[in-house]
């Protein structure tokens, strides 16, 4: 499974910005796909993941702001609203096979100035 992510920009507080991730190659194996930031400095999280089913997770810090969505196939989107300086990271899209095997696609920086 290959991904490419796309959408990451640079945007004042408050603002809104949309990613997307399009999965290619063995995507029938998909089961979940999400999304992982990493802040300058600090580890990797999880920020959003959806399952095939339609199950969502959310990190506590974004919930309510933002939104993962996926067509079910290949397509996955982050709709990130009223961004906050501490979104601010490299977002990587992610995604997870039934064999759980774990993909990441390259990262889109997010910017968010105050």
């Known amino acids: 499974v290959q991904l490419q992510a796309s959408g990451g920009g640079l945007v004042q507080a408050g603002g809104s910005l949309r990613l997307s991730c399009a999965a290619s190659g063995k995507i029938f194996s998909i089961d979940s796909m999400g999304w992982y930031r990493q802040a300058p400095g600090k580890e990797r999280e999880l920020v959003a993941s959806v399952t095939s089913g339609g199950t969502t997770t959310y990190a506590d810090s974004v919930k309510g702001r933002f939104t993962i969505s996926r067509d079910n196939l290949k397509m996955a989107w982050l709709q990130m609203d009223s961004l906050k300086p501490e979104d601010t990271g490299v977002y990587y899209c992610?995604?997870?096979?039934?064999?759980?095997?774990?993909?990441w696609g390259q990262g889109t920086e997010v910017t968010v100035s105050s």
């Open positions: 992610s995604a997870i096979s039934r064999y759980s095997n774990h993909y």
